[in-house]
């Protein structure tokens, strides 16, 4: 189903019993990020709550782990692109990364024996040609393992090229063509200045506009499934050649099939600050559905889908400013979690359980205390080992610079003992996922700030 990026290193592994689509090494949202519109904001839930004051209960033990082994695998790999992880059929796990500009795959089983690919670029396409530092700048916003057969691995790839000119190519699609399922290749009409009557009309043909503005790909392997989730600028030409502006979030399946938008945002003026959707990120439920959490206007957006990825019921709106979400399994239970922004550059993590056999969207936040002395905690991942325990992996200190920590928790998300640092102090971790080994352990793949790529295994047990 759908991975995710975990900015931190090791931990505690989660029962990973489907693929996940879940970057996680975007940037920190805007503090000054647009509010939601008021049609939606009447449906939200304003669910941010104070920190709850320090206990004066002794401190809980915490959990005694050992490294056994640790192997860095290359330099160099992009940290904002992060790790997307899918579930093999095999058993193994694929790790999606970008190295410079070259998209990889890291293949890991569950003993620990791995393999780094890289994916070759095809000659005379756009992606193989990207732009010179002269002309502009290109980000790979995520690398999305489709198919891997033995050590034979195809990706899809999301990324921008931000030209110098203004013009912007926005692509999600196939590494080894330019058979792209979404894409904008052309300078934005928010970003021309004073347009002709002429530019005008080429623009809004049949007097509609469409502008791709991100995009994200998501793959269930072992079903065969590929879907993309996109941000759209739609404009309408109305009488007296006034525009109409709305933000759409949208489903795209297949490059012979249309767009099926889910959400949308009413924009004003005529050139209005576009409310994009952000960091999409998807998991599978038991009953089949999928749940979709987005970054929009400075909220947390969840909904469910069908089988079809058509919209159930309306998204839920969750006040605060979130990071990046992340999406993990327990169980049939699937907890959606982030860190909310709590002062200036302190975060606080938030999460949401939803009933995998009986999906219900909660009506707020539970709040997750990981140590009444830390003051900011980053990039929550919810983990559970084969044994049954279950964790919770977070970044202490600056966001995306800090140092990865796990902490032992029940089913109601509460500690049951203090965090335990995996990384040493200076050692910062920008991105990571985790993997459960069959022999108890846990497996961190991790990307150091400074761009190696780590494979790290832990074994921890709890002191009762």
Not at 431 to 453: F, H, N, Q, V, W
């Amino acid at each position: 189903m759908m991975l995710r990026c975990l900015p931190i290193a090791l931990a505690a592994l989660a029962a990973l019993s489907c693929s996940r689509s879940t970057p996680k090494s975007d940037p920190a949202p805007a503090a000054s990020a647009t509010a939601t519109p008021a049609a939606t904001q009447s449906a939200a839930v304003a669910v941010a709550s104070a920190a709850p004051a320090a206990s004066s209960a002794a401190p809980l033990p915490p959990p005694i782990c050992k490294t056994e082994w640790r192997k860095v695998w290359a330099s160099g790999a992009d940290k904002l692109t992060g790790l997307t992880e899918a579930d093999l059929p095999d058993g193994r796990v694929a790790l999606g990364l970008a190295i410079g500009v070259q998209p990889a795959v890291l293949l890991m089983s569950d003993n620990a024996e791995g393999k780094l690919v890289k994916v070759p670029l095809k000659p005379g396409t756009h992606l193989a040609a990207y732009p010179k530092a002269s002309e502009g700048h290109r980000h790979i916003q995520r690398v999305t393992p489709v198919r891997v057969e033995g050590d034979d691995v195809k990706v899809f790839i999301d990324f921008r090229d931000d030209f110098n000119d203004k013009r912007r190519l926005v692509a999600c699609g196939p590494s080894e063509s330019d058979d792209w399922w979404v894409a904008f290749n052309d300078t934005s009409y928010l970003d021309r200045k004073d347009p002709t009557e002429e530019e005008k009309k080429a623009a809004f043909k049949n007097d509609q506009y469409h502008e791709v503005r991100d995009c994200r790909t998501f793959a269930d392997i072992a079903r065969g499934e590929t879907w993309i989730i996109g941000s759209g600028l739609h404009g309408k030409l109305g009488a007296e050649g006034v525009i109409e502006w709305e933000t759409t979030l949208f489903v795209n399946t297949g490059t012979k099939n249309h767009d099926r938008h889910l959400h949308a945002y009413p924009l004003k003026g005529d050139k209005p600050k576009p409310v994009d959707y952000e960091v999409p990120v998807s998991r599978r439920l038991a009953d089949g559905s999928f749940v979709l959490a987005v970054r929009s206007g400075g909220r947390l957006l969840v909904g469910l889908l069908g089988p079809d990825k058509s919209l159930k019921g309306q998204f839920v709106s969750y006040a605060g400013f979130p990071t990046i979400p992340d999406m993990a399994d327990d169980g049939d239970d699937v907890i959606v979690s982030t860190s909310i922004a709590k002062g200036k550059g302190e975060y606080g993590i938030k999460a949401l359980r939803i009933n995998g056999k009986n999906p219900v969207l909660p009506k707020a936040y539970t709040n997750v205390v990981t140590d009444q002395e830390t003051e900011s905690d980053t990039d929550p991942d919810f983990i559970r080992d084969v044994k049954g325990q279950h964790w919770l992996a977070h970044v202490e200190g600056e966001r995306g610079k800090g140092r990865l920590e796990i902490a032992p928790i029940d089913e109601n998300l509460k500690l049951i003992g203090r965090p335990y640092a995996v990384t040493a102090e200076d050692e910062k971790v920008s991105s990571a996922r985790l993997m459960p080994m069959k022999d108890g352990g846990i497996l961190a793949a991790y990307i150091r700030d400074t761009g190696e790529l780590v494979t790290e295994e832990v074994h921890c047990k709890i002191e009762k």
